[in-house]
């Protein structure tokens, strides 16, 4: 996927999950390591702070999130994201789209509810997670934030107001031992 003048290979995330990692960053800064709980830090730091994201995400033209609000954003390219969170469990890593994935804002109470349903990728198919989760495949992603956000590419972190994702199809190539 390719992010204004950078890439990625697997997700780009903003909203809370990458407010967790910096966070995590932080912490790693403080104490010289990071570890599990740097981790819950992260996420508790992150519920006071990153609940009600403002920034409006257009999938191929069209606005997914009207309000201009959302809890996190999860765009991939593969299924999972920070090597346990099934996020995308529909995501083709060939397939020339990218899984978008939109958690709308939510109660403290309503995050811990569906925290492990959507860490287990279950979130796509239960009734009672539907009106919060907006969840489009696309070829191209807009973002803009008036007032600037972080985003992550696969982990790194870059600051911004607005930016776009494209899916580059067949674009990396591999060679294979026979």
Known sequence: MKVMEHYSFNV????FDTTVGIQINEERKRTGHGNK????????????KSRNNKC???????VI???????????????????????????????????????KP???FRFFKILFPYANGEHLDRN?????????????????AP???????????IY???FTIEILPRTLQFACPK
Do not use: W
């Not at 409006?56 to 069209?62: C, E, I, Y």
């Not at 920070?82 to 529909?90: E, L, T, V, W």
């Not at 007032?147 to 790194?156: M, P, V």
């Open 147 to 157: 007032e600037g956000f972080a985003y992550s590419l696969d982990g790194e972190i």
């Open 65 to 103: 999130n009207p309000d201009g609000r959302l809890l996190l954003s999860t765009i991939a390219n593969g299924e999972y994201v920070g090597g346990s969170f099934h996020c995308a469990p529909r995501a083709k890593i060939d397939d020339g789209l990218m899984e978008v994935c939109l958690v």
């Open 128 to 144: 009672d997670m539907r009106d919060v989760i907006i969840y489009k495949q696309a070829k191209k992603v807009e973002v803009s």
């Open 106 to 108: 939510i109660s403290i």
């Open 37 to 48: 709980n740097a981790y819950k830090k992260g996420i508790i730091k992150a519920l006071f």
């Open 56 to 62: 409006t995400v257009t999938a191929d033209g069209q």
């Open 12 to 15: 780009v995330d903003f909203g």
């Open 160 to 162: 911004n107001n607005q």
